[in-house]
């Protein structure tokens, strides 16, 4: 579904990405672990498409899309949700203006989008908190409102960030538990940085380990 062959990218004459290649197949939960400093994050901001490489190729499903331009850059950006540890939310919007803006920006007609949101917030299990300000949310339900934010254009690939590094252990298992479950029940599929085994072993079916800008392994996990 997602390949990058050969990825570089430099910052300033510091090679982050030294020659990434991966295989991220359809479906799967993909986990990618390594220390601070590493490169996951640089890594994520080019598999969706918020960087562009300086060489190498990123395809989805066969096509390239590091060479994607303007309109039909932006139109393949949107089918990638995007979760971060900070939940990224907008603070001056409540929890259904939050889910409704990524719907609002495509020019969703006004009568679909309550629907679509309120179904999203089911899924996140948010339904009773739909007016509350984002800034009376607990950590955990700040990210699933993010999740459900993510969810909403109905991408196909759903990257996240660190998701629960802001969050205590037993939010973290159910923010784990609410990713699982969606990338089953949606068909999705979902890539996830995290420098905590226990978190990728928890969720992901592969983990690609990241050191200094290289991946040094890729192994499958059976029980997730
Ligand atoms: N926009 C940028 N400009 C310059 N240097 C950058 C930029 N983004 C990342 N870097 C550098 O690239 C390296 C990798 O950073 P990155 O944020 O990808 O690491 P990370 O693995 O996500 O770390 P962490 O676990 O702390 O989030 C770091 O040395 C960082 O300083
Ligand atoms: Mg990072």
Redesign the pocket.
């Known amino acids: 579904m997602l390949s990058l062959k050969d990825i570089k990218k430099s910052?300033?004459g510091?090679q982050?990405i030294r020659g990434i290649s991966l295989e991220v197949p359809q479906n799967s939960f993909y986990g990618i672990i390594?220390?601070?400093?590493?490169?996951?994050?640089?890594?994520v901001r080019l598999m969706s498409l918020l960087e562009r490489p300086d060489s190498g190729e990123i395809l989805f499903d066969g096509e390239r899309a590091d060479v994607l331009k303007s309109k039909a850059l932006l139109a393949k950006r949107r089918s990638l949700g995007m979760v971060f540890q900070q939940f990224n939310l907008f603070s001056s919007r409540n929890v259904f203006d939050n889910v409704a803006y990524p719907l609002e920006i495509i020019g969703a007609k006004k009568e679909s989008i309550a629907p679509r949101v309120r179904e999203l917030l089911a899924w996140v299990d948010l339904s009773e908190k739909e007016t509350s300000p984002v800034s009376r949310l607990s950590g955990g339900q700040k990210q699933r409102v993010a999740i459900a934010r993510a969810l909403a254009n109905n991408p196909s690939l759903l990257f996240c960030d660190?998701p629960t590094s802001a969050l205590d252990p037993q939010t973290t298992v159910s923010i784990l538990e609410l990713l699982k479950k969606i990338r089953k029940e949606m068909g999705l599929t979902v890539i996830m940085i995290s420098?905590q085994m226990e978190v990728i072993s928890a969720t992901c079916n592969f983990v690609a380990e990241l050191e200094q800008g290289a991946i040094v392994s890729v192994k499958e996990l059976k029980h997730a």
């Open positions: 910052y300033c510091n982050v390594g220390r601070s400093g590493a490169g996951k994050s640089t890594l660190e420098h």
